[in-house]
C-alpha cells in the first residue's frame, strides 16, 4: 500500500506558466516532507523541504504548501522553465526516523518553450 | 569529482550468483543510505548508517541482503542468490546532517538474467 502517493505520473506545462506538482499521503506519522528532481541517468537531487509544523516554504521559484488535515502537499515552480524538465519526488520522513525516506512514484514535468 | 559514487555502474548476472555494490561517499559525510529504484516506482529505502552502525533498516530488506560501512567511510551492498526480482537500479546517497542534505550518487543497475 502507498504510503505517498503522486497521482499524476505527468504534467506538462508552457514556458513561463506555473506548475503545480501534487502529493498526498497516508501516514499521519509523516512529519517531514521533501521534494527531488530526478535526471534521466543521474541521482535524485534534493529540491525544498517543509515540516510538519509550517504550512509554506519557499525558495525561490520554488513553493511548497503543506495542508496536515487533507495529508497533502504540494509543490509549485513559478515561472517554470525547460530546465525543469524533470521527474519530481515526493518524499516523507515519520517522526522518530532519520533515513527511512518513503518517495511517491514521480510525476513527469515537460516544461515546453 | 567530489560527488557521491557507485561502483560498477552496471551488473548482470545469473540468478543464484552473490553480487556486491560499492559506495563511496563524500569525504566527512557521516551518514550514508541505500535505495533501490524499480522501473515506474520512486527510490525505496532499504538501510542507513551513521558512522559505521546501521541504525535503520527496511523489513523490506531480506536476510539475502547484507549492508557493511567497516570504517565509516565507503559502505558495500551484497545480495546473496539474486533473483530476477532484485533486478533495478541501486542508490546509494550521503550527508552530513540529514536528509535534505544527501547526496544520491548515479547509482548500480542490476540485471538478473
Known amino acids: 500500500d502507498q504510503q505517498v502517493k503522486q497521482n499524476s505520473p505527468s504534467l506538462s506545462v508552457q514556458e513561463g506558466r506555473i506548475s503545480i506538482l501534487n502529493c498526498d499521503y497516508t501516514?499521519?506519522?509523516?512529519?517531514?516532507f521533501l521534494w527531488y528532481k530526478k535526471y534521466p541517468a543521474e541521482g535524485p537531487t534534493f529540491l525544498i523541504s517543509?515540516?510538519?509544523?509550517?504550512d509554506k516554504n519557499e525558495d525561490g521559484r520554488f513553493t511548497v504548501f503543506l495542508n496536515k488535515s487533507a495529508k497533502h502537499l504540494s509543490l509549485h515552480i513559478v515561472p517554470s522553465q525547460p530546465g525543469d524538465s524533470a521527474v519530481y519526488f515526493c518524499?516523507?520522513?515519520?517522526?522518530?526516523?532519520?533515513?527511512?525516506?518513503?518517495f511517491g512514484k514521480g510525476t513527469k514535468l515537460s516544461v515546453k518553450p | 569529482d567530489t560527488g557521491v559514487s557507485q561502483n560498477p555502474r552496471h551488473k548482470i548476472t545469473k540468478r543464484g550468483q552473490n553480487v556486491t555494490f560499492r559506495c563511496d561517499p563524500i569525504?566527512?559525510?557521516?551518514?550514508l543510505y541505500w535505495y533501490r529504484q524499480t522501473l515506474g516506482q520512486g527510490p525505496e529505502f532499504l538501510t542507513y548508517?551513521?558512522?559505521?552502525?546501521?541504525?535503520?533498516k527496511s523489513r523490506l530488506l531480506s536476510d539475502r541482503f547484507s549492508a557493511e560501512r567497516p570504517k565509516g567511510s565507503f559502505s558495500t551492498l551484497e545480495i546473496q542468490r539474486t533473483e530476477q526480482g532484485d533486478s533495478a537500479m541501486y542508490l546509494c546517497?550521503?550527508?552530513?546532517?540529514?536528509?535534505?542534505?544527501?547526496?544520491f550518487g548515479p547509482g548500480t543497475r542490476l540485471t538478473v538474467l
Open positions: 548508517f551513521q558512522n559505521e552502525a546501521q541504525l535503520e
Open positions: 517543509i515540516s510538519s509544523i509550517k
Open positions: 501516514n499521519s506519522m509523516f512529519d517531514y
Open positions: 546517497a550521503s550527508s552530513n546532517r540529514g536528509v535534505d542534505t544527501q547526496y
Open positions: 518524499a516523507a520522513l515519520a517522526s522518530g526516523s532519520q533515513g527511512n525516506l518513503i
Open positions: 569525504s566527512e559525510h557521516n551518514r
